[in-house]
């Protein structure tokens, strides 16, 4: 098994890629004790299409783990919500390296990510946090899963699909 080694430029971006992160989540989100809405799919998306599914995974998790050591908000770290950060940078990566970004791929990857990642794994980190409350929260948290469905598809369809964008990418991957 042949693997590439990252330029420097590789490096680079991924560390602004990872910043980005950062910023969506502890700094662009609207935060309230029950959900948190934000745009951190993107930089997350940009990142799996250009380095693929092991690194947007590995990179998502020290995301996460470097933004709550830096700037807690709501709860001291938590280890699940870095593994799934490690599991949505997986399944973008496999999704969307080195592939066409079509319309029904967009949709199937977000199904799996709200589905296995945002309803399954991190239903069980908050019970496992909060304990049964938990569960009182989860009708809000699936509201907002339905509401963002769509708006995170047109994003991310729009996104893969823009000239510039895609140039990048391929010249990256290269």
Known sequence: M????????????????????LIFTRFLAIETPIVRVSFTFIATVIMAMIFGPLLTGV???????????????????????????????????????????SLKRVIIANLIVNIVVDICMNTLWLYMIMGPAAIAQFPVRLIKIC?????????????GNQGLLKQQVIRFQQ
């Open 2 to 21: 042949r693997t590439k080694k990252l330029s420097t430029k590789g490096i680079a971006l991924m560390g602004i890629l990872m910043g980005l992160q």
């Open 59 to 101: 990179c998502s998790t020290l995301s996460d783990f470097i933004g709550i050591m830096l700037f807690p908000k709501t709860a001291p770290y938590f280890p699940g919500f870095s593994l799934s950060a490690f599991i949505t940078g997986i399944i973008y990566g496999v999704f969307f390296y080195k592939k066409e970004m």
């Open 147 to 159: 509401i963002l469905f769509p708006i995170r598809v047109a994003i991310m369809f729009a996104l």
